[in-house]
């Protein structure tokens, strides 16, 4: 048996060329395809962050401003209770004062009555007197403490409404 060489197949360089040149265009248009998509998500992807970023910022100083509000109502609420329970210590201080002197009258006047139906009219005569006194100067107390606690409220309340509007405005838009 003799063995037959075989021949070797010519390859046509011109073909060649060809398809590496289809090749060499195919990798670079896939590579370039492949670079402006990243492109566009790192361009994309750098928009989102600026954006997120000044709304956090924004969000931020937005919050602090009405933190420094918050603070700010809660220390006028703090001063008008404070001028207001000393107007009120005042009030009750007067009426303690104006008692201690009826008493002290009516005990002065019982001491030179000269009968002791004399003193009976003076003491019915003081608590009388006493009793009234009280309901009214107890009214008008009553009535100071109400007008404090609604006086210190407003501007609690007032802060509290802007702090709502604040926060449901962007939840409407």
């Known amino acids: 048996m003799t ?37 566009k998500v790192i ?10 970023t000044t709304s956090v910022f924004r969000a931020y100083d937005e919050f602090t401003t009405m933190n420094k509000d918050t603070v700010d109502a809660a220390i006028r609420a703090g001063n008008v ?13 007067a ?21 002791v ?4 009219e003076i003491q019915s005569e003081l608590a009388r007197s006493s ?11 009553s009535e100071m403490g109400v007008k404090v606690a609604n006086e210190a409220m407003e501007p609690i309340q007032a802060q509290f409404n802007t702090t709502v509007e604040k926060i449901l405005k962007p939840a409407a838009a």
Do not use: N
């Open 81 to 93: 209770w404070a001028a207001g329970f000393e107007a009120l210590g005042k009030a009750y201080f």
């Open 131 to 141: 009793f009234d006194s009280f309901v009214a100067e107890g009214t008008k107390i």
């Open 43 to 52: 361009s994309m992807s750098k928009d989102q962050v600026e954006k997120s």
């Open 3 to 39: 063995a037959r060489k075989s021949a070797a197949p010519k390859l046509d360089t011109k073909q060649m060329e060809e398809a590496v040149a289809v090749g060499k265009e195919t990798f670079e248009q896939a590579v370039k395809a492949s670079t402006e998509g990243y492109e």
């Open 117 to 120: 139906q004399d003193v009976f």
């Open 95 to 115: 009426y303690a004062q104006a008692t201690a002197e009826t008493s002290v009258e009516a005990a002065k006047s019982m001491m030179t009555a000269k009968t």
